[in-house]
């Protein structure tokens, strides 16, 4: 099977690219399964119901998402009816919505995701690892196939749980920081692992906010600060997983990354 993972789609700018770019690219890598990290699609921060709809009809088959994925109270409602929008599986009990699941994908194959939120310089969440490895073993009795969305700031934390979990996770995708890393890898165990699949949105300012914004906060951190997002050099962000739906492990993955054309 093959699946895309596409990373976080930042504000406006981000929206756009995904709407111009996925159609032609899941055409084109003849794509079965399209997973979006759209946590910060609206106004770079959070998102609402119409911005996720967009990102469903330009082709994602699953939304998952991260710290700001409850910020917007009106995407509350569409986390309870929504089964294909998660949100992080350790959020505390009785968070809206749910943070994994199980799809159906086409000849009666069937492929699991779940979205996981680190606690390394992040606010506190349950514990994604006992937690996340439960959860794993329990997807796999539906399906081998399991993509987990790791949300994270340090690289230590996503990389431990990608270990943690090898052999039983088909793939762990790190987002949250935007900067996409060189270290696609398949582990001894068969997963699949990038510590981070980067952003799609503007790559012109600071991990896409304007870059007078970005520098506010460094240089006047006690004060009201603006928060935009950057315009021009537009990106899509993301990974390639060929997986193996018998032993539910990762046979490639490839990163890639495409400039919008303005």
Do not use: W
């Not at 996925?22 to 119409?50: H, T, W, Y």
């Not at 439960?134 to 796999?140: D, F, H, P, S, T």
Request: aromatic share 6%.
């Amino acid at each position: 099977m093959r699946i895309l993972f596409i990373g976080d789609v930042f504000g406006k700018p981000g929206v756009g690219a995904l709407q111009r770019l996925l159609p032609g690219l899941l055409r084109s890598e003849k794509i079965d399964f399209c997973i979006v990290n759209g946590e910060n699609a609206e106004q770079g921060k959070g998102m609402v119901p119409a911005v996720l709809n967009e990102i469903f009809d330009a082709g994602a088959d699953v939304i998952t998402g991260g710290n700001h994925s409850l910020y917007r109270e009106k995407v509350h409602e569409m986390h309870d009816r929504e089964s294909r929008l998660l949100r992080p599986y350790n959020f505390p009990e009785g968070s809206p919505g749910r943070g994994s699941g199980v799809f159906d994908v086409k000849a009666g194959k069937r492929i699991a995701v779940i979205s996981l939120h680190g606690r390394a310089m992040l606010p506190p969440s349950d514990d994604p690892f006992r937690l996340g490895k439960a959860e794993i073993e329990q997807l796999r009795e539906e399906t081998l196939l399991v993509i987990v969305d790791f949300h994270a700031e340090a690289t230590a934390e996503k990389m431990a749980f990608a270990r943690y979990v090898d052999g039983l996770a088909t793939a762990v995708i790190g987002t949250h920081t935007h900067v996409q890393t060189a270290d696609e890898q398949i582990l001894t165990g068969g997963t699949g692992y990038i510590t981070d699949v980067g952003m799609t949105g503007s790559h012109a300012g600071v991990i896409g906010m304007k870059t007078e914004h970005a520098l506010n906060r460094f240089l006047f951190p006690m004060s009201a600060l603006k928060f935009g997002c950057a315009e021009g050099d537009a990106r899509l962000s993301g990974v390639i997983v060929d997986a193996d739906s018998i032993s539910g492990m990762t046979t490639a993955i490839q990163r890639i990354q495409i400039r919008l054309s303005e």
